[in-house]
């Protein structure tokens, strides 16, 4: 004959707790959402950010490229003139062309771009750009803007864009 013996385990301890309750989940649930929400505004920041950067390098370097135009021309009357996005309306010399193939660069490049060029000494007023000129006594100035999407108080859908850049051109 066999002789078994039957074993006996220790039993868990009974818990009152069985899991995680609905306020636990709920409050877990609200944390990862806030956090989600703050990567988004982030990312979505950085992405702006991005934009700017890249349209400040492309109106920079149409900038330049304009002021190389400008010291090309003989004719000062080139030097007053305020572009914002219209066809450009003049006969075509040399200067012309490159001048009307430059206004058609700016406007695929840049939304809602306006550029001023004029004689300007005090082009910052309370340590902001502005469109307007003073005429005689100053450098000749570049000035070139665009539609911004960052919300802010100088610039909206409907209000005209502040010059985010201004560029001496030495004659």
């Not at 001048?99 to 660069?105: D, G, N, S, T």
């Not at 750009?129 to 450098?139: E, F, I, M, T, V």
């Amino acid at each position: 004959m066999i002789r078994t013996t039957s074993v006996s385990f220790p039993s868990a301890p009974h818990s009152s707790q069985h899991g995680f309750t609905l306020v636990e989940v709920l409050a877990a649930i609200a944390i990862l959402a806030l956090a989600a929400s703050g990567v988004a505004a982030m990312q979505l920041h950085a992405l702006r950010t991005a934009q700017h950067s890249a349209y400040q390098s492309t109106a920079l370097q149409l900038t330049v490229e304009l002021a190389e135009l400008l010291r090309a021309e003989a004719q000062p009357v080139l030097y007053q003139f305020d572009y914002n996005g219209a066809t450009p309306s003049f006969a075509c010399t040399q200067t012309g062309c490159d001048l009307a193939a430059w206004k058609q660069r700016v406007a695929d490049a840049l939304p809602r771009a306006r550029v001023v060029v004029c004689m300007d000494s005090t082009p910052v007023l309370n340590d902001t750009l502005r469109w307007a000129c003073s005429g005689a006594g100053g450098p000749l100035l570049i000035k070139i803007g665009w539609a911004s999407r960052e919300p802010g108080p100088t610039s909206t859908a409907q209000s005209e864009p502040p010059p985010f850049l201004a560029l001496p051109v030495e004659r």
